[in-house]
């Protein structure tokens, strides 16, 4: 049994998204209207008893943020929406936020009754006009109907969300790099500590979280955190969406619990491999992610079972490669990526993407020269070890594990 | 100032009226700002970049230093229609090499070029992040999926 | 009485004020880190990475410049992956920009057994130098962008703000409002920039134009400070 859910994308596609009364109609902010009459910490209690991990990537628990920006006693305090998704292979957020998107202001809400905030940010990706557009039309249309704004149902509660377009820069994703964005700067990730929860956007308290996390928000507020936890594996509960691209023959967003395996996710749900071809690689986690071999397609997608052969669920982006891809070809362009998004700041992830792009595209057109392995691995190994901030930690991640994985370099003595 | 020489043919007062409604908010104004501001002009001059960080109180070399970081900033002319064609991973497996072809060969530009007409720019952009659609290019704010040669012949209307 | 914190810095026990950081902790034992971009005037911006120590436990090297030493922690100035990171920055940084007046960084390359002709396939930044005023060049074949003039000109000194960052990546560059001459810009000529230039990007025009081969007079002619009106 393929272990589906309907929870996440249970309006997306079904109702309009444009409209307000067909979303309260559905069910919408009920969850809101109830978490307004509990205590704040009753709600942080239910997070942290969900065990509600973090979609954005990081796998960070949301619990743990919630609460640390709960305790902060400095005011004011912010939560921002991270809507600016650019993994390359992912496009779950999108699939929310045009499909549903006065649940992410539910959700918002929510977030900024339980942690003390009363104003939100929403940065959304700057090439998703449509998922703008449909969000800036449901934070007027929740304002106008008094679902944002002051005293809502009468309580002290006092909530309003601006949105913020990003410009063209994949690092922006990075929490840091977001709020500098948002301050009118150059999209540069912080040094860490001082991390968002104690000094985030305008340097004070600042919850953070993904769209897919937030989305999680309204019904572990409607059910708790009990019921929540009885969705799918106990260590990875919940619902997950996964944005499958590539070679299969129905492309899009699925949402499953974390016990959905590779193999179902491609063949059952995707419609497997079109043209009578086999797979020959998975990238799993987008350009900052890990290539999997078509013998490790039984594996659970879950964020502990990926770590437990090497691998991370990342973002939940899943392209499959069949057996006709040079992938050179396809290595080529992930560090094409990284050359062009590194920011520039500091000087691993600036140079050794160039350095490594540079290499790669040399090898992808079939000139090797000796030693090009050793300086993949030192450059990669470097970035990794000294980048400042996720981009360069995780920039020579999908070339390493396809070393690993294939034997793509030709051995030095056959030089 | 360098090239302050360009003629603009902009309305003023509607530029104007943008940067007021971004006063208030300083800096944290500036990249809506400078981002309606385009939405009208196509990019930001110089003289332009004076009147925002007189009015939101940003140094003009970190305005400049700010666009040039954004690709969707534009500090030099561009065409009316911008298209970004994908060439990342999944629009790649999925033929996106002969779709960049076919743009390339219908507008007579390489990427990075404007058309001599002023009608379009042509770009090589990163993962879009529309890879069920793949392969896809968005012309503007319009997203085109599934292209072949010929739907892009269609939507250049060339043929 | 300020708290006391203590960690162990390669194997000694050291105890500091809380708020020391790693590389100022390291130094009163006598464990010198190597710094690229720090500056004891500047705000630590932690970008060059060469200051890169490892901490037990944690899961990435941090600069000794901008973390601060908390309660316990096991510190190592030198490890496998330390030496390797410093080692491929520099190798890296020699690729991309002309690091013959850097002597730190020279020093550094023996140190560390950089091979600075590792990478020397790899693309260059290579700029026309910019010669637009009496007081100083700017040669950015030399800039390793540290970062440091952009803070000398900005909140860390001078509140003049006619320097910025432009372009990401590999291609960042420093350069002015719409890479205007510097006589254009908001510029004051007070040289802080020039003088916290640790790669001789920046460098006085009199210095220049004698390296160059100039005489005394043709120096007083190009160096004349402009007449205000």
């Not at chain 3, 809380?18 to 500047?42: F, K, M, N, S």
Request: some cysteine.
């Amino acid at each position: 049994m393929v272990p589906r859910t309907n929870i996440l994308g249970k309006r997306v596609g079904k109702i309009d998204p444009g409209s307000l009364p067909a979303y309260v109609a559905s069910g919408g902010f009920l969850a809101l209207r109830k978490a307004l009459t509990l205590q704040p910490e009753e709600i942080v209690h239910e997070i942290m008893a969900a065990h509600l991990i973090g979609r954005g990537g990081a796998a960070f628990s949301a619990g743990f943020k919630w609460a640390a920006v709960r305790r902060e006693t400095a005011r004011p305090k912010y939560v921002v929406c991270n809507a600016d998704e650019s993994e390359p292979g992912t496009f779950k957020d999108r699939y929310l936020l045009e499909g549903d998107p006065f649940r992410i202001v539910e959700a918002m809400a929510i977030s900024a009754y339980a942690v003390g905030a009363n104003r939100g940010f929403l940065y959304v990706r700057g090439e998703y006009p449509l998922a703008y557009k449909r969000l800036a039309h449901a934070v007027a249309e929740s304002r106008r109907a008094g679902y944002l704004g002051l005293n809502l149902w009468n309580t002290e509660f006092c909530f309003d969300i601006e949105i913020y377009r990003g410009a063209g820069a994949y690092v922006c994703g990075e929490e840091t790099a977001l709020f500098e964005s948002i301050e009118g700067r150059r999209g540069q990730p912080r040094l860490k500590p001082p991390f968002p929860t104690t000094n985030g956007l305008f340097g004070q308290p600042t919850l953070i979280n993904n769209v897919e996390t937030l989305a999680n928000v309204p019904d572990i507020v409607l059910n708790g955190g009990q019921w929540y936890r009885t969705l799918g594996p106990l260590t990875n509960p919940g619902p997950k969406l996964y944005a499958v691209s590539g070679h299969v023959r129905k492309p899009g967003v699925y949402e499953a619990t974390m016990d959905l395996t590779l193999q179902e996710l491609i063949y059952e749900l995707a419609g497997g491999i079109p043209g009578g071809r086999r797979v020959q690689a998975v990238l799993v986690g987008g350009a900052a992610g890990t290539f999997l071999r078509p013998d490790q397609l039984d594996v659970a997608l879950g964020f502990d079972t990926l770590r437990t052969i090497g691998a991370t669920l990342g973002s939940g982006a899943v392209m499959v490669l069949d057996d006709s891809v040079d992938l050179w070809n396809v290595l080529r362009r992930v560090t094409r990526f990284f050359q062009h998004e590194s920011c520039g700041k500091c000087f691993p992830c600036q140079l050794g993407t160039q350095r490594q792009a540079e290499i790669v595209t040399r090898l992808a057109a079939g000139n090797v020269h000796p030693g090009d392995g050793a300086a993949l691995t030192d450059i990669g190994l470097t970035m990794r070890d000294a980048s400042i901030c996720g981009l360069g930690q995780m920039a020579s991640s999908a070339l390493l594990s396809a070393f690993s994985q294939f034997s793509l370099l030709p051995r030095e003595d056959e030089l | 100032m360098t090239e302050t020489t360009e003629t603009f043919t902009y309305d003023y007062p509607a530029i104007e009226a943008i940067v007021t409604r971004h006063e208030a908010k300083g800096r944290a104004g500036l990249l809506p700002c400078l981002q309606e501001i385009q939405a009208f002009t196509g990019w930001l001059t110089p003289d332009i970049c004076q009147l925002v960080g007189r009015r939101l109180d940003v140094p003009l070399a970190d305005i400049y230093g700010v666009i040039d970081f954004y690709t969707l900033l534009y500090r030099e002319p561009v065409g009316k229609t911008i298209i970004r064609v994908c060439d990342d991973m999944a629009c790649y497996l999925n033929g996106s090499e002969e779709v960049l072809s076919s743009f390339k060969k219908w507008l007579g530009i390489g990427p990075g070029e404007t058309t001599p007409d002023g009608k379009y720019t042509l770009e090589v952009h990163p993962c879009l992040g529309y890879c069920d659609l793949a392969p896809m290019a968005m012309m503007g704010d319009d997203v085109h999926g599934h292209l072949t040669p010929d739907k892009v012949a269609d939507l250049l209307e060339v043929k | 009485m300020t708290e006391e914190v203590r960690c162990t810095i390669d194997g000694r026990m050291v105890s500091v004020p809380a708020g020391t950081t790693i590389l100022e902790a390291a130094r009163q034992v006598g464990r010198d880190i190597p710094t690229l971009c720090h500056h004891e005037a500047l705000t630590a911006s932690g970008m060059c990475r060469i200051c890169s120590v490892e901490i037990e436990g944690a899961r990435t090297l941090v600069p000794a410049c901008a973390t601060v030493v908390r309660e316990d922690t096991v510190i190592h100035t030198r490890s496998e992956r330390v030496d390797r990171s410093r080692k491929v920055i520099l190798e890296m940084l020699a690729s991309a920009s002309d690091v013959s007046e850097a002597p730190d960084i020279l020093a550094y390359a023996e140190t560390y057994n950089a091979d600075l002709s590792r990478f020397a396939d790899g693309e260059k930044r290579t700029y026309d130098i910019v010669d637009d005023n009496p007081f100083y060049i700017r040669d950015y074949n030399k800039c390793i962008l540290c970062g440091r003039c952009v803070q000398a000109c900005g909140t860390d000194m001078q509140f003049t703000f006619a320097l910025t960052t432009a372009g990401r990546g590999f291609h960042s560059h420093i350069t002015t409002f719409f890479d205007q001459p510097l006589p254009e810009s908001v510029c004051v000529f007070c040289g802080n920039c020039v003088g916290v230039c640790p790669t001789n990007a920046l460098q006085p025009k009199q210095e220049w134009l004698l390296e160059q081969g100039a005489n005394w007079d043709e120096i007083r002619a190009q160096t004349k400070k402009p007449r205000r009106h």
